[in-house]
């Protein structure tokens, strides 16, 4: 699907709903059995002008506003969580670091390829013993002379197979905490660097997840993202604004799961489903309020990040219960493997981990609730 990109949120909803329906629906089984994207598939979307979202047309982007990437996600979620994740990571935990921390070089270099899909995105921040604390990190570099030599595993990294650009988060000096992680451009082909294993999943199959290895990865002044010693803050912003991706992608699958249970009760109305009906589609209403409270904020340039922890804590939830509740209203054809209702119930069990978890948003907001200069209304 080629053309120049669409004006305005609705807009890009039709590119995306058009093309989930042509291009990803009638292989998103497929995706999930045989766990990954075919490359027609991937063809069509590097064409699709998704990748360019949210990066302004004079480094090769589509544009788009917060407002449209969410509803790309959206659609694209409902159709195959899969795809709608390789798109969220490319753009918000890869291309938009770079477009916000990096320098025009940088961008010549590294963003241009991303905007154009010419390039896939990816971000590795989490290792074997980091995850939710990730100033706990491991992953070290040293510096000799003006270049950076890296060496550390990288756990659970999405889209690192097909990657051309990760940003990769290591340490100076673990003592040094927080201030001790700097943020780094990694192209996959330098040496030193491999993918050691893809990750079979319970859910989410078809989007690559991955333990990489550096192994003396040895990198040009260049590569850094930011200033030295700033690499944490770089990617908790990227992750604020990440969540909001993510609760779109959840917000995609919550639809499909209504749907998919709205198609069943049709298909045999009995009385106790028509209740469950109508409590999924409250749900659904009040996640995609909180997805669109929240693009609409980071739009406006206003703080967001309760905002994004809010969203996606009630898409993830919303996506969970919807799909849960429907594999009941489905029965008993939804137990069968391979079935919408069951892929959708594992495909929905992943958005409460991805990008900070449950817990981990509800620490964010408990500080954010607590904060001094919160009034008692607030
Ligand atoms: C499909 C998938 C794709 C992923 N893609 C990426 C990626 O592209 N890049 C990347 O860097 N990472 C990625 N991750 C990793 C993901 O971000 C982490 O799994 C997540 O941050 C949690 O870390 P952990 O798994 O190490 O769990 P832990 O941090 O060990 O947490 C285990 C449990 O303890 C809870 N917990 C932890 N700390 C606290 C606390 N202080 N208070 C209360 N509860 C707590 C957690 O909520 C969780 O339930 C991916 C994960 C999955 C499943």
Redesign the pocket.
Same mark, same amino acid.
């Given at each position: 699907m080629n053309g120049p990109p669409p004006t305005g949120t609705d807009g890009w909803r039709e590119r995306a709903h058009v093309f989930a329906e042509r291009e990803i629906s009638p292989h998103a089984a497929e995706i999930d059995r045989e766990d990954r994207v075919p490359d027609p598939l991937l063809r069509s979307l590097r064409s699709s002008g998704f990748f360019g979202l949210g990066i302004p047309p004079e480094w090769g982007g589509s544009g788009g506003d917060t407002r449209s990437i969410v509803a790309v996600l959206e659609e694209l979620a409902r159709a195959s969580s899969a795809v709608a994740?390789l798109v969220a990571?490319h753009q918000s935990?890869c291309a938009a670091p770079i477009l916000r921390w990096g320098t025009p070089e940088q961008k010549e270099t590294f963003l241009r390829p991303l905007a154009r899909g010419e390039r896939i995105g990816?971000?590795?921040?989490?290792e074997p013993g980091?995850?939710?604390?990730t100033a706990r990190i491991a992953c070290r570099y040293v510096r000799e002379g003006a270049e950076f030599v890296l060496h550390g595993t990288?756990?659970?990294?999405?889209?690192?197979v097909s990657a051309g650009t990760i940003l990769v988060f290591a340490t100076s000096d673990p003592s040094l905490g927080a201030h001790g992680i700097s943020a780094f451009v990694v192209p996959p082909g330098t040496p030193g660097f491999s993918v050691a294993q893809r990750l079979d999943?319970l859910?989410?199959r078809g989007?690559e =997840?991955t333990e990489l290895v550096l192994d003396g990865v040895r990198l040009p002044a260049e590569a850094l993202l930011g200033r030295e010693g700033e690499g944490l803050h770089v990617a908790l912003d990227a992750l604020s604004g990440g969540r909001v991706g993510i609760a779109s992608c959840a917000l995609g699958v919550a639809r499909a799961a209504f749907e998919e249970m709205r198609r069943a009760v049709r298909v045999r109305d009995e009385e106790w489903k028509r209740p469950v009906l109508a409590r999924a589609y409250t749900e659904l209403s009040a996640a995609r309020a909180l997805v669109e409270r929240a693009a609409a904020l980071k739009d406006a340039g206003a703080e967001y990040v309760e905002a994004a922890s809010v969203a996606k804590l009630s898409a993830s939830r919303a996506a969970f219960s919807i799909a849960s509740s429907g594999v009941d209203v489905a029965a008993p054809e939804s137990m069968r493997a391979g079935s919408p209702s069951e892929r959708l119930l594992r495909d929905a069990r992943?958005f409460p981990?991805? +990008?900070? =978890? =449950? +817990?981990?948003q509800e620490?964010i907001l408990a500080r954010w609730l607590l904060a001094p200069e919160r009034g008692p209304s607030s």
């Open positions: 994740v990571v935990v990816a971000f590795g921040l989490t980091a995850g939710s604390d990288k756990m659970f990294t999405s889209n690192a999943k859910g989410l989007s =997840t992943v981990i991805v +990008e900070g =978890t =449950t +817990e981990i620490l």
